[in-house]
Each structure stands twice: as structure tokens, then as C-alpha cells.
């Protein structure tokens, strides 16, 4: 079966500092991977998507970047942070094959909880 | 553009009431439209899902939703709510980008609060 594995579950981090937030897939290949942010009470906002290694797509201009280093790994990184880079990213993967339905749904990890301080 | 409404920010039942949350989509074409729920400090996960056929499906732990085209309303409701079922619920739309990504817009959630 499919699993996505998204570390660290929480994170502290000073302003300005560097981040790296890790997300693999197992048990498909090809996979569609995703990044979004929550913010309370906002919903979720798509950051990045990737339909292959080293394809990445920016929804949104910011203070963060994608990478796709391997087929099943998913990094979203960021130089300097940012008060407002806090939030609860999500990592989601879909996949490429069967039904139309199925093509559609997303598949999400457990979350990282990062505090910008 | 594709977009989600969920009117209700916040809803409280007892436990055993029945449920309903709303959800409205705006999409040019025939929608895939899902539901997911999730748990504080948890990822989403996948209640139930619909493209085409039958307009009333069925998904987990009870849940069903309606789709109604002339409403653009893919409602989600269940006949008696459990404590457990305490959560944030998010409607999705799905659609392929011009790139041919798939991808899924989300309503801004539901925060469902059941009382003993």
C-alpha cells in the first residue's frame, strides 16, 4: 500500500534562519506531488506541485522553493524565514493512473507544524 | 476560475443529531468533488469522493454526500453524529490545469464541534 512520510512533525525556527521540510512517498511510482500551507481558519493554499523530477510549479511568489530530486521525494526549502512563512505544510501526493476519479484524489501527510520566532 | 464555498465557518451539534455542512462549487465543466476531513495537527483525509453516476455517495464512518448540478451544492451529512467525529471538514473541487496537473481547490473548512 501507499504511505507519505513528512518530517519534521514540528519545527521552531528563528527568523532568518534556513529550512528544509522532507516528504516521501512510498509504494507508487510517477507520483503527482503537492505542498500547501494552512493558516488558521484559511483553508489551504497550494505552494508547489510537480509531475515529475525536476519539474516544479510556483502557485504562489514567495519566500519558499520546490525541489524534486527523486522521483519520490518532495523538499520545499526556504533561505531566510519569515514571520510569515508559521503554518501547518502539508505534503500530498496523487496519482497517475486508473480511473479519471482516481486520478484526482490526494493522498496527505501527517503535516509540519513550523513556528517562525 | 474554479472556487469552493463553505458557509459555515464554524457548526455545533449534540451528539446523535443529525448533520449537514454545505458546500458550493463554481467550475466550468463536470466537477470531481471530494470531501476531507481532518483531525487537529493532522494531514486531510479522504471521506468520500464523486465524478459521475449515482448523485448521492457514500463514504466513511457514515458520512454521504448529495450532488445537486442545478445547485452547484455538494453537501455532505450524516444521520447521527458521533463525538468522535469532531473535526474540520473541507470540500474539494478537482481539475487539470492547463499543464495537465491535476489539481484540487479547497472551501475554506468546517470546523465541526459536537456537544455530549
Known amino acids: 500500500s501507499q504511505t507519505i512520510h513528512q518530517w519534521p512533525a514540528t519545527l521552531v525556527q528563528p527568523v532568518g534562519s534556513p529550512l528544509s521540510l522532507e516528504c516521501t512517498v512510498e509504494?507508487?511510482?510517477?507520483?503527482?506531488l503537492y505542498w500547501y500551507r494552512q493558516a488558521a481558519g484559511r483553508g489551504l493554499q497550494l505552494l508547489f506541485y510537480?509531475?515529475?523530477?525536476?519539474?516544479i510549479s510556483s502557485e504562489v511568489p514567495q519566500n519558499l522553493s520546490a525541489s524534486r530530486p527523486q522521483d519520490r521525494q518532495f523538499i520545499l526549502s526556504s533561505k531566510k524565514l519569515l514571520l510569515s512563512d508559521s503554518g501547518f505544510y502539508l505534503c500530498?501526493?496523487?496519482?497517475?493512473?486508473?480511473?479519471?476519479?482516481?486520478?484526482?484524489?490526494?493522498?496527505f501527510g501527517a503535516g509540519t507544524r513550523l513556528s517562525v520566532l | 476560475a474554479q472556487s469552493v464555498t463553505q458557509p459555515d465557518i464554524h457548526i455545533t451539534v449534540s451528539e446523535g443529531a443529525s448533520l449537514e455542512l454545505r458546500c458550493n462549487y463554481s467550475?466550468?465543466?463536470?466537477?470531481?468533488l471530494f470531501w476531507y476531513v481532518q483531525s487537529p495537527g493532522q494531514g486531510l483525509q479522504l471521506l468520500l469522493k464523486?465524478?459521475?453516476?449515482?448523485?448521492l455517495v457514500q463514504g466513511i464512518k457514515g458520512f454521504e454526500a448529495e450532488f445537486k448540478r442545478s445547485q452547484s451544492s455538494f453537501n455532505l451529512r450524516k444521520p447521527s453524529v458521533h463525538w468522535s467525529d469532531a473535526a474540520e471538514y473541507f470540500c474539494?473541487?478537482?481539475?487539470?490545469?492547463?499543464?495537465?496537473?491535476?489539481?484540487?481547490?479547497f472551501g475554506s473548512g468546517t470546523q465541526l464541534t459536537v456537544l455530549p
Open positions: 474539494a473541487v478537482g481539475w487539470i490545469s492547463s499543464g495537465s496537473a491535476r489539481q484540487l481547490t
Open positions: 464523486y465524478f459521475s453516476g449515482d448523485t
Open positions: 467550475y466550468g465543466a463536470t466537477p470531481y
Open positions: 500530498a501526493w496523487g496519482g497517475r493512473t486508473g480511473r479519471p476519479l482516481a486520478k484526482n484524489i490526494q493522498y
Open positions: 509504494g507508487t511510482s510517477n507520483p503527482n
Open positions: 510537480s509531475v515529475g523530477i525536476g519539474q
